[in-house]
């Protein structure tokens, strides 16, 4: 070769090598970063909110004396919320339990990942269930009424809390599932050949999962205790409402944190305690096998209570659906709601779908700190969990306080506002997912990259997203689905004439138009289910192509 050649070859190789290894670096520098800024946008309205209120504190601005008083009249609103809460949370997580149990010894596939499908259910907003509920008692009250049975109406604490324990009980079915999945499938079959496979649900599997269901109880009593849509459309007060009402009577966004301290104080109390067992039971690796490879032998009795829970799943499932239809009336009533609120649902669509494609780089750096299991005392654990304790009013309250300047209106009065609060709420859910699908990664093949000396930019693409693509699309498709569904802090930040499909639904429940409302319901299922079924398709596409995959290689 021509030595000019050679030469002019050879530097535009190192010119290249230099490009790739600039790039890599500065790849580096920014995923630092994102976990920085992963607090900033999850933690600024909190902490906007704190700083305002030591201003105010420090300026004597802020009654101590009446803030006392109000708490005193407010107590009854509290130990009632608390009330509902809890016994949302038992009767979700015994029936999820129970459900969980009847699912947990699948070994089939696809039924092996189709059973996770329940979850897709526990991202449809809880006032959805409400109307569907209420729908359907009523259509039973007029049938049994011509013979003289006449039905309660569905309301108050019982309504709230029945319709509230069927909203969270997909969440409880996949938290009961997922703590029962950390068992040692080895200490299951040593059990077996002792005892009889009751006995060994009871004194092996339930103990050892018992950390990670009782961190389910702890994530839904929060959750039910931070919802207000229910009580408030059973014409019950809860304490998570009177944020709101102080906002919007007094205008300063100190006197509602104020108001929301003890709710908020609580809720990172209850998610201290239930983010440790959660996060035992995400960094465990898989298990190379499955428990129950002899189908189990139930108790009668135990076996009876999980066929009663599964009927009670299959109603949760069944009567959003059938009510909502019968609510709607026809396809052309389907129609009407589809054309009527077209503007809304653009809306909503775009405000879901920008936050998810901002979620999951988001939370990807966070989940990779996470992996680490040897951090001390798990602090960034804690700072995942603490943001899902922020009551959802005071979101959007704290984004109102940081963002409503005169340098940035061109944010506050734009589209923008939605997706921050969005992302405040539901980046910790991406994280959770994306770690569980970290876990799932074999470490020899990252070692085996680095053996090769492949840059950081090239691992990434060609090894880290491909194995990672899972868990990325289940991120958003979660993130996608619960903002759809988000209304406390959109409720607050939404821009004047920009109002998401759910701002429209809970409005137009106050005011009658059940037909309308039930359509605008309907849509939102069906993206959702469609979302969750493309999620499923993928993933069950992906496992059947590696297994064929390795059965050509062996």
Known sequence: MNPVKKTETLLTGKKAHDKVKRGAQLLNSFSNLLPLLFLIVVFMPLMVLILDLGIQATGGLVNWQSWLESFYRRWVLLRNSINLAAGTAAAAMFIGLLAALRLWPINRKPWLYLRWLVLMFAVISPYMHALAWNTLFLMFRAILLPLGVELTPLGGWSGSWLVQTMAFLPLAVGLALLGLETVDPLLIE??????????????????????????????????????????????????????????????????????????????????????????????????????????????????????????????????????????????????????????????????????????????YPVASVLLNTKMRKGYWWILTALPLAVPAPLIGIGLILAWNRPLFGAIYGSAVMPILAALARFTPFAVIILLAQLKRIDPLLIEAAKILKRSKLSMLFKIHLPMLAPGMIAAFFFTFALTLGELGATLIVAPPGKATLTMRLYNLLHYGSTDLVAGLCLIIVFITALSASFVFVFLIIRESSRNQNNVRKF
């Open 190 to 363: 040593a059990g077996r050949m002792q005892h009889p496979d009751g006995k060994v649900t009871l004194k092996i599997a339930l103990p050892l999962a018992a950390p990670a269901i009782l961190a389910g109880f702890g994530f839904i009593f929060i959750f039910s205790l931070l919802d207000y849509s229910i009580p408030s459309l059973f014409g019950k007060n809860i304490y998570a409402l009177e944020i709101f009402a102080e906002h919007s009577a007094s205008g300063r966004a100190a006197s509602a944190f104020l108001v929301a301290l003890p709710l908020l104080l609580l809720s990172i109390v209850m998610v201290y305690f239930s983010q440790a067992p959660l996060r035992e039971a995400l960094v465990r690796p898989p298990f190379k096998v499955r428990p129950w490879n002899i189908s189990p032998q139930w108790p009668v009795y135990l076996s009876i209570l999980q066929k009663v829970a599964l009927i009670i799943l299959a109603l949760h499932i069944l009567v959003p659906l059938v009510g909502l239809s019968a609510a709607t009336g026809s396809l052309s009533a389907l129609g009407e709601s589809v054309k009527l609120g077209r503007r809304e649902i653009i809306f909503s669509l775009n405000v879901a779908v920008s936050t998810a494609i901002v979620a999951v780089p988001l939370a």
